[in-house]
């Protein structure tokens, strides 16, 4: 079974430019997870997603970061426009419908560096 | 309230000893404790994870503590090896799935 694909794997990009990633989830899940892994700290749930539907964006910071999903398969993270203090590892996860709340399955991520 | 405290930040252990990594938490409505174990360059994995009607979790050389009245949780490596260097995370989980991650330690394992 493939994992969690995501790219670009690198990124880097100075303040105020705009930056996007992708996410492919694992064939058939239905749930949809970006994180945010700021270096030395664990990950932060910022948007999550069912199908195409949001179930929780309480943490995206929406005056510069936006998600979808649209036809509930592949995800985009976008952030316009970027600060200094974005740079993180963005991190994808899904899970299987009928699964164990527990059972995310996580991307390599994206490291993004903001200059 | 929402926070998940971890310790230490590093941990050296060498071959064949005991790793031990705890965690503590305020919110008593977390209802589930996973440990997530993360190699440089890859996504976090799922290691093993607790439910806090139990008070302990085996499974292989790894095991879960769990002290309810105390908060706290533990992550313990019995005969801790080489291929176990890695960055370990402990989280909690609200009802509704939300999972609030601990800020990670990296533990080696020295020969």
């Known amino acids: 079974e493939a994992g969690v694909a995501q790219s670009p794997r690198y990124k880097i990009i100075e303040k105020r430019q705009s930056v996007a990633f992708w996410c492919n989830p694992i064939?058939?899940?239905?749930?949809l997870y970006w994180y945010q892994q700021i270096l030395g700290q664990g990950p932060k749930l910022l948007i999550q997603?069912?199908?195409?539907?949001?179930?929780?964006d309480s943490q995206l910071p929406k005056d510069r970061f936006s998600a979808e999903r649209l036809k509930g398969v592949d995800s985009t993270l976008k952030i316009q426009p970027a600060k200094l203090e974005d740079s993180a590892v963005y991190l994808c996860?899904?899970?299987?419908?009928?699964?164990?709340?527990?059972?995310?399955?996580f991307g390599p991520g994206t490291r993004l560096t903001v200059l | 309230q929402q926070q998940v405290k971890q310790s230490p930040q590093s941990l050296i252990v060498q071959k064949g000893g005991i790793s031990i990594i705890n965690c503590a938490y305020e919110?008593?409505?977390?209802?589930?404790f996973p440990w997530y174990q993360q190699f440089p360059g890859k996504g976090p994995a799922l290691l093993i994870a607790?439910?806090?009607?139990?008070s302990e979790k085996k499974e292989g050389r790894f095991t879960i503590s769990f002290n309810k009245s105390a908060k706290q949780f533990s992550l313990h490596i019995m005969d801790s090896q080489p291929g176990d260097s890695a960055t370990y995370f402990c989280?909690?989980?609200?009802?509704?799935?939300?999972?609030?991650f601990g800020t990670g330690t990296r533990l080696t394992i020295i020969p």
């Open positions: 996860a899904s899970r299987p419908p009928g699964a164990s709340r527990d059972t995310q399955y």
């Open positions: 064939s058939g899940h239905a749930t």
């Open positions: 997603f069912q199908n195409n539907g949001v179930v929780d």
């Open positions: 919110n008593t409505a977390f209802d589930y």
């Open positions: 607790i439910r806090p009607d139990v």
């Open positions: 989280a909690a989980r609200l009802r509704g799935e939300k999972l609030t």
